[in-house]
């Protein structure tokens, strides 16, 4: 199993990103997806995780309304949508793979990217 993000960067408060995984080595939707961030010195926090059968999503209170997950299950691709970018929003982003859907439970996600930087100044 891999994961690879990307689409992280820098950007000025209130702008936007896209973050993308892309999952190989398995079949895309024998798991379901999450992203997760870590600000330096801050525990490894959920910000969006999908249900990659039904496409059902769940959001931690911090980005809702703001970030949106997203998948393409003929590219085996997840997605993050990220608007209204704020300071605080400011991590490194991985994407997880796991057994047990819509959980930000880390611990429960068996496989990890590598992360993409987002900084938001």
Request: include cysteine; proline fraction near 2%.
């Amino acid at each position: 199993v891999q994961l690879v993000e990307s689409g992280g960067g820098s950007v000025q408060a209130g702008g936007s990103l896209r973050l993308s995984c892309a999952a190989s080595g398995y079949h895309y939707n024998n798991y379901c997806m999450a992203w997760f961030r870590q600000a330096p010195g801050k525990e490894r926090e959920g910000v969006a995780t999908i249900f990659t059968r039904t496409s059902t999503t769940l959001y931690a209170d911090s980005v809702k309304g703001r970030f949106t997950v997203s998948q393409d299950n003929a590219k085996n691709t997840l997605y993050l949508q990220m608007n209204s970018l704020k300071p605080e929003d400011t991590a490194m982003y991985y994407c997880a793979a796991g057994s047990v859907c819509l959980t930000f439970a880390a611990e429960l996600y068996n496989f990890w990217g590598q992360g993409t930087q987002v900084t938001v100044s």
